[in-house]
């Protein structure tokens, strides 16, 4: 049996490499009822993950993570430790929403706690998952997507901890929306980047997603027995005079500049917090797209590479700058969670369109349903009651919910075939060489 199924495989073409195939609004050799291409299929079957650097504290962390990853029984999948992760995630967005479904109300301090601990429980799982899947033998290229798919909608839950205590559904509105794009953008980025170079980035230097993490986590805690949550809505000008700085002619016109530029009446602690992310976030982008850059070297290669981030930066700009502020304000929430879950698609779709080196169009056509909620949302505005934009955005967001679900449903079933492995169960051998050399008949050509 392992004779024929080596055969089989030494008589394989090598597969081909469509990432740089022009696409501009459907990838070639995919369908509606398979984003997979049989090529694509076995570049994720040869795929080998390529970590970037880690940092100083990965490196002290690492011990424990290992040591916990012991106490795992042997029968529990890999895939099944990053769900739990994402179990915690989402019972800290679902008590989050209950709470202040606004985003603009104050809430407890024990759900700041809570908040902390689902974060820490989440990305601690989420360090532990790998090293279970090498302790059980059953490394996988599923692993990888599954591991980065849920790690891309936990960045919902996240930001909306960042939100509960930064209070910033206040004006301008667009500043609390614009928060989890940038962060979504980021990691769009950061897949864009392995998409090309095939070298997936953990970190800056020694600073990385543990120590952004785990610094949000602590920081959540702070908030919920230490830190008062009413100085971050204070006026800044209030605040330094309250801790006896003195306001220099020079800081007062840059913050009157500022309250200008946003339109903002009086700048806030939230609101330099904000700005102040926005630029970490422009430097990390940049950072990606010159590395890509090198890496990519041709002017076509190049220009190929960074049309691949018209959607997502459509994604993150209409909404943004053409929805207007009392619909924010009042369905900032369902705003949220549409723009979300669109970004999560098209973050997902590239993990596994870089992992199958298939091409990535440049046109998505899933953004389409978003634009055109946000320009129906503005004749509704002028004609319609809230309840009725309300009614829209909710079911766009069944419709990205759905789609999400659909699209890794149709990515995740042929790849289990070609691995022979399922999602949430380790197979036993025996049962894992016979199904996959019934595979490699059905596929014979």
């Not at 008589?11 to 081909?16: A, D, G, Q």
């Amino acid at each position: 049996m392992k004779q024929a199924m080596n055969d089989r495989q030494n008589k394989e073409r090598s597969p081909s490499d469509g990432r740089f195939q022009p696409a501009w609004i459907l990838e070639e050799g995919t369908s509606f009822t398979s984003p997979l291409t049989m090529d694509g299929l076995e570049n994720i079957a040869r795929h080998q993950y390529k970590a970037g650097t880690y940092s100083c504290l990965d490196d002290i962390m690492n011990p424990m993570w290992t040591a916990l990853t012991e106490f795992l029984p042997m029968t529990l999948a890999a895939n099944t430790v990053t769900s739990l992760g994402g179990m915690f995630c989402l019972a800290s967005y679902v008590l989050t929403w209950i709470y202040t479904p606004n985003l603009d109300a104050r809430v407890p301090g024990w759900l700041h706690a809570v908040n902390a601990l689902c974060l820490v429980i989440y990305y601690t799982l989420d360090c532990m998952d790998g090293k279970q899947a090498r302790r059980t033998g059953t490394s996988s290229p599923l692993g990888q997507l599954w591991d980065h798919g849920i790690d891309c909608i936990c960045v919902l839950s996240h930001v909306t901890s960042i939100m509960a205590w930064l209070q910033m559904n206040v004006q301008p509105h667009w500043m609390l929306l614009a928060i989890q794009s940038a962060l979504q953008y980021v990691w769009f980025v950061a897949q864009w980047e392995e998409y090309y170079t095939g070298v997936l980035m953990h970190s800056t230097g020694q600073i990385g997603i543990t120590e952004l993490l785990y610094g949000l986590a602590l920081m959540t805690l702070a908030n919920s027995c230490i830190v008062d949550p009413s100085v971050y809505s204070m006026a800044l000008a209030d605040l330094l005079s309250q801790a006896g700085l003195e306001i220099s002619p020079f800081l007062h016109s840059i913050l009157t500049s500022l309250e200008g530029t946003f339109g903002i009446e009086a700048l806030q602690l939230n609101h330099c917090l904000a700005l102040g992310w926005y630029a970490v976030v422009w430097f990390w982008v940049t950072l990606s797209i010159s590395r890509v850059m090198f890496h990519l070297q041709t002017p076509q290669c190049q220009w190929e590479a960074l049309t691949k981030l018209l959607s997502p930066t459509t994604l993150l700009a209409v909404p943004v700058f053409v929805l207007p502020a009392n619909v924010l304000e009042r369905e900032m929430r369902y705003v949220l969670l549409g723009v979300g879950l669109a970004l999560c698609l098209l973050s997902i779709k590239l993990i596994v369109l870089g992992m199958a080196k298939q091409s990535y169009a440049v046109v998505q056509l899933d953004c389409l349903p978003l634009v055109a909620t946000v320009l129906w949302t503005i004749q509704l505005e002028e004609r319609s009651t809230s309840n009725t934009i309300r009614w829209v955005w909710q079911l766009t967001n069944v419709w990205y919910l759905l789609r999400l679900i659909w699209w890794v449903h149709a990515a995740v079933a042929p790849i289990c075939q070609r691995l022979d492995i399922e999602v949430f169960r380790i197979k036993e051998k025996r049962e894992r060489d016979w199904e996959g050399y019934l595979w490699h008949v059905r596929h014979a050509v």
